[in-house]
């Protein structure tokens, strides 16, 4: 199956710093990935929408500035957590489409990155 | 109210019981159904895909979609320690460029040996 890796699987940094996430389809090309968060406990919420070439689509409530997401190529996103703080610590999960698949509706997802910052 | 609910559990079950894993929905538009599993820590890996109402089956797992009473569930027969983890249900409204999926909270399932 297609796979989606991402990295860093965990980092700790300090308030106030930006942290950059990767995000990468390893045998498929993703015209469209997803960023998702997860809380302890609570299920994923959507955070944007990253397409090729283009800008992503924010959710309701999450601040563009803050997060941003950079979809250069059709196997790489990246997202940056801009100026962070404790309340940002969370887990991030991204996935991946594969348009060109036979189960083009299928989201691949990656194993998380952990962010603690403290 | 949530466009999906979802049961958090946990729910524990001694090995070897059949499991249902149930979540509703308010969106009429929701089309596209699937269950994901989630282990501690990990990505969700997907369960089982339905499109509109209707069963489907895979091995252990049955999936059954009924749109006239936004229902959805999961059933797995002879279950395994193996299956403990959390399960998430997540729909949308279509599978174009879009494919925005909604999740349910997940249900935490523990099966016991």
């Known amino acids: 199956g297609a796979v989606v890796s991402q990295h860093p699987s965990w980092v700790i940094c300090k308030s106030g710093t930006s942290v950059k996430i990767e995000c990468r389809s390893l045998?498929?090309?993703?015209?469209?990935m997803f960023w998702y968060r997860q809380f302890p406990k609570q299920s994923l919420m959507l955070m944007a929408t990253?397409?090729?070439?283009?800008?992503?689509?924010?959710e309701q409530g999450v601040e563009k500035d803050k997060f941003l997401i950079n979809h250069a190529s059709l196997t790489l996103s990246t997202l940056t957590v801009t100026s962070a703080h404790p309340e940002d610590s969370s887990f991030y999960i991204c996935?991946?489409?594969?348009?060109?698949?036979?189960?083009?509706?299928?989201?691949?997802f990656g194993p998380g990155t952990r962010l603690t910052v403290t | 109210q949530k466009e999906v609910e979802q049961d958090p559990g946990p729910l524990s079950v001694p090995e070897g019981a059949i499991v249902s894993l149930n979540c509703t929905y308010s969106?009429?538009?929701?089309?596209?159904f699937m269950w994901y599993r989630q282990y501690s820590r990990k990505g969700p890996e997907l369960l089982m895909y339905?499109?509109?109402?209707g069963n489907k089956e895979d091995g252990r797992f049955t999936a059954q979609v009924d749109k006239s009473s936004k229902y959805i569930s999961l059933f797995i027969r002879d279950s395994q320690p193996s299956d403990s983890a959390t399960y998430l249900c997540?729909?949308?409204?279509?599978?174009?460029?879009?494919?925005?999926?909604?999740f349910g909270q997940g249900t935490t399932l523990q099966v016991k040996p």
């Open positions: 996935s991946a489409r594969d348009f060109s698949g036979a189960h083009s509706y299928e989201q691949y």
């Open positions: 969106n009429s538009a929701f089309q596209y």
């Open positions: 997540a729909m949308s409204e279509g599978s174009g460029n879009t494919g925005k999926l909604i």
């Open positions: 339905t499109y509109s109402s």
């Open positions: 990253s397409n090729e070439g283009s800008k992503a689509t924010y």
């Open positions: 045998d498929f090309q993703a015209t469209t």
